[in-house]
């Protein structure tokens, strides 16, 4: 069964302190992996699209990173502004979006 | 404005009752996909319209049921509502190649 975890579930940093966040999946067929960021109340946002193993694409503060059995989200030196909920999905096999459950970020002055 | 319209924002209903839910997808986007987001779980698919036609159906209850209208938007029917269909209700559309899927900002349903 496709499946998409999440970790940590919480993650709280101090402005500029760097961390990352991770998303390990088991899909038959991966045909993208998607990172979105999520506000309270609010719908989830686009932020990257990976394909194959070994890709990187940049934004801002934020890096993300794909191999066969997981992504990472690089956060940079983050800001309060930064505080949300990022969430990993995987495109497998139809059209749908299989979601993890979220790192829900907190970055402090 | 990610381009995906959803109305109404803020839905609150009784148990029992049954709602509609509208999305208007991006301008050319021909696909409209439907999650449901609870407090303790993630977004969860409930189903798919490409075009008008049903394309693929994930964990939608049967009381409740979807359809596309030839002008592309689509509608959400939810049906004999229980306090544990309180969720957010979000569409989404298909971006231009290589973006991400675009949602709309969603519906806030609370059943009482």
């Known amino acids: 069964e496709d499946q998409v975890t999440q970790s940590p579930e919480a993650l709280r940093l101090q402005e500029g302190e760097s961390s990352s966040l991770n998303c390990s999946y088991t899909?038959?067929?991966?045909?993208?992996l998607f990172w979105y960021r999520q506000d309270p109340g609010k719908g989830p946002e686009f932020l990257f699209t990976l394909y194959s193993a070994g890709e990187e694409k940049e934004k801002e503060r934020l890096k993300a990173t794909l191999t066969k059995k997981e992504s990472f989200l690089h956060i940079t030196a983050p800001k309060p502004e930064d505080s949300a909920t990022y969430l990993c999905?995987?495109?497998?096999?139809?059209?749908?979006?299989?979601f993890g459950t979220g790192t829900r970020l907190q970055v402090f002055p | 404005d990610s381009g995906v319209t959803q109305t109404p924002k803020h839905l609150i209903t009784a148990t029992g009752q049954r709602v509609t839910l509208r999305c208007s997808p991006r301008s050319g986007d021909l696909s409209v996909y439907w999650y449901q987001q609870s407090l303790d779980q993630g977004l969860q698919f409930l189903i798919q319209y490409y075009n008008g036609e049903e394309r693929a159906k994930g964990n939608i209850l049967e009381r409740f049921s979807a359809q596309q209208f030839p002008d592309l938007h689509s509608e959400l029917n939810l049906s004999s509502l229980e306090l544990g269909d309180s969720a957010l209700y979000f569409c989404?559309?298909?971006?231009?190649?290589?973006?991400?899927?675009?949602f709309g900002s969603g519906t806030r349903l609370t059943v009482v």
């Open positions: 899909v038959s067929g991966l045909r993208g």
């Open positions: 999905a995987v495109q497998a096999d139809a059209d749908k979006l299989i």
């Open positions: 989404a559309s298909r971006g231009p190649p290589n973006y991400g899927y675009t």
